[in-house]
């Protein structure tokens, strides 16, 4: 360990074991001024839309009671008069509980995705632990957040909605000898005015505070040194972790073998095993030739058909093959003790290519 580092901080990445159990509980990166403005923003264009025909529904409602003078009120009337109130009144109201509920959850799966977890529904006894949460009421950084965003959200609403006020207060002053169909038009178009213009402002903040959530949660999520070695042995049972591990190193040789086609020659076993190499004289002149690529059954098949197809010299010794395969990782120097071997079969392949030239 480097003079200085601390083993205990959480200095590294979270691991992808990490990231899935934070998910699986819930931690995740959320705005609830983000999901208020879209919330807000889409209760105003739906007051634009059906305001009308929420007056139209309204004056059919109070229509229905003036079909029945005091008069003529029965008991017989009585019930027949409760069922179509309360029929008209769910016509009116049903849509703008659908519309609300929908964009309520909508506006989350936009913003962190479409994720259920079961497990921030259980009852966690740790939360009604007073002393275990504790430690959240004197956490001043995120006091202090909280407090700016309260603060900036009640300024940005108060000016908005002041000078949304003052350009109409004429309006306003007049809606007092107005009809009631005149006034409630009026106050429809205001509050729209107000609910979208709010709802800009309110986005606005929401946005800044999901970067700032994001990134929290990133460093909330941050581990120790050995807490990321204990992951990844917890991560060597999970039977989707070892399949990603299984593919990324399957991937990585393949784009490894690839190279075959820039190597000087391959040496092959003839089909178990395939080494290129490749010797620049400017860059390995101190060094000597490298493996630059190498495969193992089916991977060694294509590194030769690469290597064919490129028109590199192949060679087939099987000891010297198999031989370089376990000797030599991909990038290093070929050993002293296989110098003559190779440099006899980099001989006959710059011999070639030059005849190739002529």
């Known amino acids: ?23 699986e509980q819930g931690q995740i990166p959320q705005s609830r001024e983000l999901t208020a403005g879209l919330f807000l923003f889409t209760l105003s264009v739906f007051i634009y839309f059906y305001f009308p025909m929420f007056v ?23 019930t027949q008069l409760l069922s179509v109130t309360l029929f008209m009144m769910g016509k009116i109201l049903l849509p703008i509980f659908v519309i609300l509920f929908a964009m309520a ?11 259920i977890s079961f497990k ?36 940005l609403l108060t000016i908005v909605g002041v000078m949304i006020i003052r350009s109409r207060m004429e309006d306003l002053m007049r809606m007092g000898d107005a009809e009631w169909r005149d006034s409630s038009v009026f106050t429809a178009k205001l509050l729209h005015e107000l609910l979208w213009k709010m709802s800009l402002a309110v986005m606005a903040i929401g ?10 949660t990133h460093q909330d999520l941050k581990m120790t040194k050995q807490e990321v070695k204990e992951d990844w042995k ?72 690469i290597a064919q197809e490129a028109g590199v010299y192949i060679h087939t010794d099987k000891a010297l093959a198999q031989t370089l395969f376990k000797a030599v990782d991909v990038g290093y120097s070929i050993p002293e003790n296989l110098f003559n071997a190779v440099a006899i079969i980099l001989g006959e392949a710059f011999r070639r290519r030059e005849q190739r030239g002529k």
């Open 1 to 23: 360990m480097p003079p200085g580092e601390d083993s205990s901080e959480k200095t590294e990445e979270p691991t992808p074991f990490k990231l899935r159990k934070a998910q």
């Open 56 to 78: 139209k529904q309204s004056g059919e409602l109070f229509s229905v009671f003036f079909q029945f003078p005091a008069t003529q009120i029965e008991a017989q009337n009585v």
């Open 105 to 115: 959850f909508l506006s989350n799966v936009l913003i962190v995705g479409f994720r």
């Open 120 to 155: 921030s529904l259980r009852l966690n006894f740790d939360k009604l632990n007073f002393f275990a949460q504790l430690p959240k009421f004197f956490d001043v950084k995120r006091k202090g957040m909280e407090l700016v965003k309260a603060l900036l959200k009640i300024s």
């Open 207 to 216: 946005f800044i505070d999901f970067v700032y959530q994001k990134w929290q």
């Open 234 to 305: 917890m991560a060597e049972g999970d039977p989707q972790v070892k399949q990603r591990i299984k593919q990324a190193q399957k991937d990585a040789a393949e784009k490894r073998v690839e190279q075959a086609k820039n190597a000087d020659a391959v040496i092959r076993n003839p089909t178990h095993y395939a080494v290129a190499i490749k010797y620049d004289r400017e860059k390995d002149s101190q060094t000597g030739p490298r493996v630059i690529a190498k495969g193992e059954g089916l991977l060694a098949l294509r590194l030769i058909d």
